[in-house]
């Protein structure tokens, strides 16, 4: 059994594609996944299943699913616990040293980005934010507010599924996918 973690994409916001995450957790169940727990209402769902099942087909079975119980597309990004740890470790901002006012952010996305594609994103402001791909993931550092964000606001132009966590939630994520 290994142990997975999705995360929806643009749930639960200003009142749009609204899911309770009780209903989510009995619909992983009853896709038969083991140790289903849910993490706040932003869509973070960790479950065991079959190491042979491919993140591609989980993330599509999954996507499917949503549709059909709740009747509207989700896009579902997918990592193993094992690749989320890495995704922690590999984290090039120093957590411990922000200065006031600054946070991480970690950008997952379901496929490596194009070189082409990652042109299209405007290139950073040095006062508001820095960024690094790192694969499937794109950490930011932002000195202010997300919501400032030129960058952040571009990523749909990868052309793949992407949704965003804060490092709060990617450690919480991490310490939960623990006790699995």
């Avoid at 299943?49 to 009747?71: H, M, N, Q, T, Y």
């Avoid at 989320?84 to 996305?109: F, H, M």
């Avoid at 997300?146 to 965003?164: E, F, H, M, Y």
Wanted: charged share 25%; glycine share 6%.
């Amino acid at each position: 059994m290994t142990t997975y973690l999705a995360l929806l994409r643009g749930i639960n916001v200003s009142g749009q594609k609204l899911i309770k995450m009780a209903e989510l957790k009995i619909m992983f169940e009853a896709m038969g996944f083991a140790a289903v727990k849910t993490y706040i209402q932003s869509g973070n769902v960790l479950f065991g299943s079959d190491p042979e099942i491919s993140e591609r087909a989980l993330r599509e079975r999954i996507e499917e699913k949503i549709a059909a119980v709740f009747g509207f597309g989700v896009s579902v990004i997918v990592r193993t616990a094992e690749e989320w740890e890495a995704i922690i470790q590999s984290c090039p901002y120093d957590a411990a040293n922000l200065k006031e006012g600054e946070s991480i952010y970690v950008t997952l996305l379901g496929d490596r980005p194009e070189p082409e594609d990652l042109k299209r994103i405007p290139e950073a402001d040095p006062s508001l934010e820095e960024y690094r791909v790192n694969g499937r993931e794109i950490y930011f550092l932002f000195h202010q507010s997300i919501r400032d964000s030129k960058v952040a606001g571009s990523l749909q132009k990868l052309k793949t599924p992407v949704t965003t966590r804060n490092w709060n939630t990617m450690n919480k994520l991490l310490a939960l996918a623990r006790t699995l």
